[in-house]
């Protein structure tokens, strides 16, 4: 099985996303397509990296993710292919591959260089598409790009220990479809630093002084029913591994989510205090 992944900021009012799968099946017909997602914020290149970092190891290993996020050919941004961790990922270099390879050192990166091996009216999109159809055919990396060995690193949205290691700082870089809000703080990090102290997450509201096992735990007392809880602010490490705040059971439709409830928006700081 030949899989293709799709991550893109091209939504789904437009023709887009229909048309890069027929460029796809057109390409290699016999390529099973997957879509994670088309509505990543226009050309937010982190919220994208956080996307395909928390979904790619769901699928096979030689699985060949496309990603379709500021992906314009340039001066500043080339266009890559990075396996890692047995994926290949095609991307402009933008900083979103930087962002995952911080946990993994990548087996092998090329820049592509077939733009000129392809008609004169060749969009970015025909680059990607070639590409990925040549991976998940088997293909070999050194036949579609030129060996390198750095990237563009995106560095401003990364999680920090400050100068007494009594805190840590990091960003909102993402709000899921619940309005719960991911940040950058990993759980190993988290874990490094805190060294098995107590600690606070500081919000504007009262802080959160224990990060749950999973939602559920929010329940602490028999004595109460689960639904009881509804409302009530919690902290645990999600399946990607990052720090989430969330509101039990939230619904930003209807009563709202950490999103508006507690007024933490994308790039907004969270600090942990360790005392």
Not at 73 to 80: A, G, L
Not at 104 to 109: F, G, L, T
């Amino acid at each position: 099985m030949s899989i293709i992944t799709l991550t893109s900021d091209y939504g789904l009012k437009d023709h887009f996303v229909g048309a890069l799968k027929g460029k796809i099946l057109s390409e290699y017909s016999e390529a099973t397509i997957i879509d994670i997602s088309h509505d990543v914020d226009p050309f937010n290149t982190v919220e994208a990296s956080y996307i395909i970092g928390a979904s790619y190891a769901s699928f096979p290993k030689g699985s060949v993710h496309l990603i379709g996020v500021d992906m314009e050919f340039n001066k500043e941004n080339q266009h890559i292919v990075m396996q890692w961790n047995d994926h290949y990922f095609i991307a402009a270099d933008n900083g979103i591959l930087s962002m995952m390879s911080q946990k993994i050192v990548p087996q092998k990166m090329v820049a592509i260089n077939i733009h000129d091996r392809l008609p004169s009216e060749a969009t970015d999109l025909d680059v990607f598409v070639k590409v990925a159809c040549h991976l998940a055919k088997g293909g070999l990396m050194n036949v579609i790009g030129k060996e390198i060995n750095t990237i563009k690193h995106v560095t401003n949205l990364q999680a920090t220990i400050s100068e007494d290691g009594n805190s840590l700082k990091g960003n909102v870089i993402y709000i899921d479809h619940f309005g719960n809000v991911i940040t950058n703080i990993s759980k190993k990090y988290f874990i490094e630093v805190a060294k098995g102290r107590p600690y606070e997450i500081v919000l504007k509201t009262k802080n959160i002084k224990t990060i749950l096992p999973n939602y559920s735990a929010i329940a602490s007392s028999d004595k109460y029913p689960i639904k009881s809880y509804e409302g009530e602010k919690l902290a645990i490490f999600n399946e990607a591994g990052y720090l989430e705040i969330a509101i039990f059971r939230s619904n930003p439709s209807k009563v709202g989510s950490a999103n508006s409830l507690l007024g933490l928006n994308y790039r907004d700081i969270i600090i942990i205090k360790f005392v």
